[in-house]
């Protein structure tokens, strides 16, 4: 078994080296190094392709995207991000599957992703819709611009609303009396690696929100004139950072100073202080749409009948997919189950149909596609399962349609074991038997 993981692994490391573009190519190779400069910083209009060397669809995917590039070129900018090797940039966009494409348009901290199709056609399509979507806003005063900077007077506020201005009033009440865990950075107006750090903190302060749902905060003290909280923190150097958690002591924070850093850093907090997302039985169609919603994937088991298994082997089933949902919190997914036969029309668009419980499937809500667990309904063939998910290894297919398929209201589990149905006894004391009814004829 040693030797053919290793030559798994090796073929892994022999594919991770192969780029898809070069750079004769239209397609400009975007870095955590240039990313900043070359697209946020631009006022161009920005295709960018995660991809990872070794995804079957993106080396299928690098023609069309080259011959795209350069049907764009000089019109709307066509970039590549390897995020197999860059992972703090695809972090940094909540990117879990390969390829991913967003659309870097008039707010570049909030890119849409491309939904449209993979033929260069297609992608040129697509980005000239989001071009003139992008003129439509100019032409009518929107503005576009990162929002993400500090007042341009060189004071202590800051511009991004997702940045928190931390005082010697409020910091107490803020920061060490809450439940969330906090990022706070002490700084002088006056520093160059203070301003050098400003984009990337109020950024990476937008995306944690977001994707931590407000559980983690980032937040700014100017320590020039806030002393009290720069002498009570021992600060000597600018810019410093660290991390607040309720009841414990400050933690210096050790990391890099992109926004993929800080994001990823933020991330690993939330999980490890965040409970398991809840496992939801689905019941209304209004309930399997708030799980879904905002989550990449949904992950839904299609447990055996309760006669069939009884309250202590779905118990078990139910177990197996708490650990998981644990052991996945951070990717931020919704997990649901249902009974079998109680939502025929769900199992038949994921192609169960009757058979094979218990069975799980993962489903992007926005693009309809779906894939299913092959292997052992366990934490091992569950784990292995999402794994290849995670990475972009997983085969999926188109959701019946395309479309959800309808969801019927049913009533929760009562956590017991299942009863048969009670056949009505009927009372013949009254009946008159047919005289001439010959017994024999039994």
């Given at each position: 078994?040693?030797?053919l ?74 970039g ?12 940094q ?27 260069s ?10 071009l ?39 910091f ?74 309720k ?12 926004r993929?850093d ?9 999980s ?81 149909g ?30 292995e ?46 009946v ?11």
């Amino acid at each position: 078994m040693k030797p053919l993981l290793l030559g798994v692994l090796g073929c892994s490391l022999l594919l991770s080296v192969e780029a898809l573009y070069s750079p004769s190519d239209d397609v400009v190779e975007l870095t955590p190094s240039n990313f900043n400069r070359e697209v946020i910083q631009s006022d161009n209009l920005w295709l960018v392709e995660f991809y990872a060397p070794w995804c079957g669809h993106c080396r299928n995917l690098a023609a069309d995207w080259k011959k795209a590039a350069t049907a764009l070129k000089g019109i709307v900018k066509v970039g590549a991000v390897d995020a197999d090797q860059h992972k703090s940039l695809g972090g940094q966009y909540g990117v879990r599957g390969f390829p991913t494409i967003k659309i870097f348009g008039a707010n570049k901290n909030s890119p849409e992703e491309y939904q449209g199709g993979r033929s260069s056609q297609a992608i040129v399509d697509g980005a000239m819709n989001a071009l003139r979507s992008l003129v439509k806003d100019r032409l009518s005063g929107k503005s576009g611009g990162s929002g993400y900077s500090r007042q341009s007077d060189g004071g202590s506020g800051w511009s991004s609303k997702d940045v928190v201005e931390l005082t010697d009033d409020n910091f107490d009440k803020t920061v060490l009396q809450s439940d969330d865990v906090w990022l706070v950075e002490f700084f002088a107006p006056w520093c160059g690696h203070c301003k050098n750090l400003e984009p990337e903190w109020a950024a990476a302060a937008s995306a944690v929100k977001e994707q931590t749902k407000g559980k983690v905060r980032l937040g700014a003290v100017d320590a020039t004139v806030h002393q009290v909280l720069s002498s009570r923190y021992g600060i000597r150097g600018f810019p410093t950072i660290k991390i607040f958690r309720k009841g414990e002591e400050p933690e210096d924070y050790q990391g890099g100073r992109t926004r993929g850093d800080i994001i990823e850093r933020a991330l690993d907090l939330f999980s490890d202080n965040a409970p398991p997302p809840e496992l939801v039985e689905i019941l209304s169609e209004e309930l399997l749409k708030s799980t879904c919603e905002g989550s990449q994937l949904c992950v839904i088991a299609v447990l055996p009948h309760i006669l069939d298994t009884g309250a202590a082997g779905r118990n078990g089933y139910l177990e197996v997919m708490i650990k998981m949902a644990d052991k996945y919190k951070k990717k931020m997914w919704g997990w649901l189950w249902t009974e079998a036969g109680a939502q025929m029309e769900l199992e038949s668009a994921l192609g169960i149909g009757g058979f094979g419980y218990p069975a799980m499937a993962a489903i992007n809500t926005r693009k309809m596609k779906f894939a299913l667990l092959k292997g052992s309904f366990s934490e091992n063939g569950i784990h292995e399962f999402l794994r290849e998910l995670s990475v972009g290894r997983g085969s999926t297919a188109t959701l019946g349609g395309g479309v959800m398929p309808k969801i019927h209201a049913v009533d929760p589990w009562d956590g017991k074991d299942g009863q048969l149905p009670v056949e009505e006894d009927y009372d013949l004391s009254d009946v008159d038997l047919d005289e001439d009814f010959d017994k024999d004829e039994l």
